[in-house]
Nanobody
Framework: QVQLAESGGGLVQPGGSLRLSCVAS????????MDWFRQAPGNERESVAEILTGGSTRYADSVKDRFTISRDSGKNMIYLHMSNLKPEDTAAYFC?????????????WGQGTQVTVSS
């Protein structure tokens, strides 16, 4: 139905910047929300940034003013620009798409891309 694929992770020094990309394909509804989650070993998966239809955005307090989520005009790609990275940002980052259709909810996830912040 829907496939998500992330890219752009890697190793970066504290204070550095990185941009993650996610391409979505398949049966995407106009009302679907897309967001970025992250998960470090031993921690629960947490939402870090969300973008809704119309372009409104939401951020976790821990990344606000440092991360920016964006979506292209065709709504088939989203990006996460990360700046002033900190060691605590180290995690696997996942692209997510969610919505509701025909009385049921659905969620799709990408495979994840690793971000490591270290000197």
């Amino acid at each position: 139905q829907v496939q998500l694929a992330e890219s752009g992770g890697g190793l970066v020094q504290p204070g550095g910047s990185l941009r993650l990309s996610c391409v979505a394909s398949g049966n995407i509804n106009s009302g679907d929300a897309m967001d970025w989650f992250r998960q470090a070993p031993g921690n629960e998966r947490e939402s870090v940034a969300e973008i809704l239809t119309g372009g409104s955005t939401r951020y976790a307090d821990s990344v606000k003013d440092r991360f920016t989520i964006s979506r292209d005009s065709g709504k088939n790609m989203i990006y996460l620009h990360m700046s002033n990275l900190k060691p605590e940002d180290t995690a696997a980052y996942f692209c997510h798409l969610g919505g509701k259709s025909g009385g049921h909810y659905y969620h799709y996830w990408g495979q994840g891309t690793q971000v490591t912040v270290s000197s």
